[in-house]
């Protein structure tokens, strides 16, 4: 059963028609073309926040600002970084003055962080911090529309939460294959095929090669 909240969260991925997001190797740029792209800026545009979990930014160093809108407004970056892993020189960090947000582990390390005006690191009372406590600061935070752009292991807690509004997935018409090869969703501990999500299709719309398939969580 999906737990309401007061942010809407949409899940975004660009995978293959085999569901990966990476190859095993890690290797992820780009899977989907440029129109597709594009549409994500739109995505973030249209959301107050965006968060990644540390791999993604250890692994693709992202902007996660919003580019190529006339007068688009980049959402807070948001980054759920347990051990406070990432790294002061990495691209969130950028100082254009959107709020960048940190959520560490009860157990990380001290460190030293970025001499940016608008960071701000959040400690969870959890060695990992959870997704339902996550949102529930995010709202102290004025945040009532989230754009989680994974990876797998996050797309995964969130949709273990039961918290997931919305899915955007730009789908290409790309294989990958293999079981070590990552899926936009992760490990859903699902034997049964009653326990999947209920999902319903809104639409389908051709983006240059790909495909973006808008969906809603029941
Ligand atoms: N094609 C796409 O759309 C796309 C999008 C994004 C990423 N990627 C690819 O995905 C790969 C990274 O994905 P990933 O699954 O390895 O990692 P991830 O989802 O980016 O990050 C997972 C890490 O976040 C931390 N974390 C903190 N709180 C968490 C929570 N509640 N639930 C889950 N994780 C939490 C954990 O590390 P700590 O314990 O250290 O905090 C965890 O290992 C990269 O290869 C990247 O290129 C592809």
Same mark, same amino acid.
Request: a neutral charge.
């Given at each position: ?34 129109? @597709? *792209? ?8 249209? #959301? =107050?926040? $965006?968060? %990644?979990? !540390?791999? &993604? ?26 051990? @406070? *892993? ?8 950028? #100082? =254009?003055? $959107?709020? %960048?947000? !940190?959520? &560490? ?42 754009? %989680? ?70």
């Amino acid at each position: 059963m999906k737990k309401s909240s007061a942010i809407t969260v949409t899940l975004k991925a660009a995978a293959t028609l085999d569901g990966k997001i990476a190859t095993a190797s890690g290797h992820s740029k780009w899977i989907t073309g440029e129109v @597709a *792209r594009q549409k994500v800026h739109e995505l973030r545009h249209e #959301n =107050d926040a $965006i968060l %990644v979990g !540390i791999n &993604t930014v250890l692994a693709d160093d992202p902007e996660l600002t919003v580019r190529g809108i006339e007068e688009g407004r980049s959402p807070v970056r948001i980054v759920l970084d347990s051990k @406070a *892993r990432i790294p002061e020189q990495c691209r969130v960090f950028q #100082n =254009d003055g $959107i709020p %960048v947000i !940190i959520v &560490t582990g009860n157990e990380a390390p001290l460190r030293s962080w970025p001499e940016l005006a608008n960071l701000t690191i959040i400690k969870a009372p959890a060695k990992i911090p959870e997704v339902s406590w996550v949102l529930s600061e995010l709202q102290k935070h004025g945040i009532k529309s989230l754009l %989680v752009e994974g990876g797998s292991l996050i797309h995964a807690s969130f949709l273990k939460s039961n918290c997931v509004n919305k899915l955007a997935l730009f789908i290409a018409p790309k294989i990958i294959g293999g079981q070590r090869a990552m899926t936009w969703c992760g490990d859903l501990n699902i034997n049964n095929l009653n326990e999947t999500p209920q999902i319903e299709i809104c639409s389908i719309t051709p983006l240059g090669d790909d495909v973006l398939i808008s969906a809603k969580i029941k």
